[in-house]
């Protein structure tokens, strides 16, 4: 057990929308990820996902609004919902999401950007 610190672990990565995993609480995952542009169009049948701002402005589309989340907020996107996350203006945002070690990254579809495994930092 040692104190975990969140800014040091975004200094270990650099891919845009490629998560890292930094801890994990029973059957839920902690994990960073630096995001930027427009992610894909995906939902997660069986899990909650939340994603807390540590850096930037995200914004959550979903279909029929967009939410805007600033630094310091979080959201939680609730199982089944449609959500597509992306950045503006060429803004590097960071997150940490809390989800289900067995959350799909891109839930019920499969693209490019799609990772199977998060690794581990």
């Not at 969140?6 to 609480?25: C, G, M, R, Y």
């Not at 049948?45 to 939410?67: A, H, N, P, S, W």
């Not at 449609?82 to 997150?95: A, G, Y």
Request: charged fraction near 30%; aromatic fraction near 10%; glycine fraction near 4%.
């Amino acid at each position: 057990m040692k104190a975990i610190n969140i800014k040091d672990k975004f200094t270990k990565f650099s891919k845009n929308w490629h998560p890292h995993q930094i801890a994990v609480v029973d059957d839920m995952q902690v994990i960073l990820a630096k995001l930027k542009g427009e992610f894909v169009w995906h939902s997660h049948d069986d899990e909650d996902e939340l994603f807390q701002v540590i850096k930037g402005t995200l914004y959550m589309q979903f279909r029929d609004r967009t939410e805007v989340v600033n630094e310091g907020e979080f959201i939680v996107v609730p199982k089944g919902v449609e959500h597509n996350p992306f950045t503006k203006n060429d803004e590097e945002v960071h997150v940490l999401l809390f989800e289900k070690i067995n959350t799909a990254h891109t839930g019920n579809v499969v693209h490019e950007r799609t990772q199977s495994e998060y690794p581990k930092i």
